[in-house]
């Protein structure tokens, strides 16, 4: 079964500063799917972005980016630029390719933004 | 429609009644899914349907949940005899297909709180 991990319950950021989101998996396989979800307080879950494991170069979506390092089974994300409808809940998911739909998701971290 | 509908949004049910919770997927899409998150928890997958293969119940936590998906459209997720524990926000989503990186739509989920 894969784990994701999140060791960050919570983290506060200014506005426009730069917060980075950790989140570690654990995986014996060596192609997958990652994704970052922002869940705000109307409860719907929104993808933030996707990462392929057999992609090196490091997702980019406007102010959001990911940091994956994939020996270290690593998947940060970044948001640049913090803006007040940032605040939300993110969650880093994981999927095995193909066939599998199955998303394994982390406890989540919420993120405040301060004005 | 639109985006993915729940229904309803929120339910207050007591110890012991049945509940069913509803889920209409974005029009076209043949995978379904069922996700449970509880307080300060990440999303539990639950069960998953696609168009008219028998559904991964895998993810069910008892033999009181199940589910139906009619005419590969609407999809109902049945708790009989509730519980305390099963108290959370049920989450649906749909995709186009399943698997890679095809996206996951998530409708705003169904706070369930069993008294």
């Known amino acids: 079964a894969q784990t994701v991990t999140q060791s960050q319950p919570e983290m506060s950021v200014q506005e426009a500063e730069t917060v980075t989101l950790s989140c570690t998996y654990d995986?014996?396989?060596?192609?997958?799917?990652l994704f970052w979800y922002k869940q705000p307080p109307s409860r719907q879950m929104i993808l933030v972005i996707r990462q392929e494991a057999y992609k090196q170069q490091n997702a980019t979506e406007n102010r959001f980016s990911v940091n994956f390092q994939k020996a270290a089974k690593s998947f940060s994300l970044k948001i640049s630029d913090s803006q007040l409808g940032d605040a939300a809940m993110y969650f880093c998911?994981?999927?095995?390719?193909?066939?599998?739909?199955?998303?394994?998701f982390g406890a989540g971290t919420t993120v405040t933004v301060r004005a | 429609g639109a985006g993915v509908s729940q229904s309803p949004s929120n339910k207050v049910t007591e110890k012991g009644k049945d509940v069913e919770l509803r889920c209409d997927p974005i029009?076209?899409?043949?995978?379904l899914y069922w996700y449970r998150q509880s307080l300060g928890q990440g999303l539990e997958f639950l069960i998953y349907?696609?168009?008219?293969?028998?559904?991964?119940k895998s993810g069910l936590p008892s033999d009181r949940f199940s589910a139906e998906r009619t005419g590969g459209s609407v999809s109902t997720l049945t708790i009989q005899r509730t519980q305390q524990e099963d108290s959370a926000v049920y989450l649906c989503?749909?995709?186009?297909?399943?698997?890679?990186?095809?996206?996951?739509?998530f409708g705003q989920g169904t706070r369930l709180t069993v008294v």
């Open positions: 995986t014996s396989e060596s192609d997958y799917y």
């Open positions: 998911a994981y999927r095995k390719p193909s066939n599998d739909y199955k998303l394994s």
């Open positions: 029009s076209g899409h043949t995978a």
């Open positions: 989503a749909s995709s186009l297909n399943a698997g890679g990186t095809s996206e996951a739509f």
């Open positions: 349907f696609q168009g008219n293969s028998a559904p991964d």
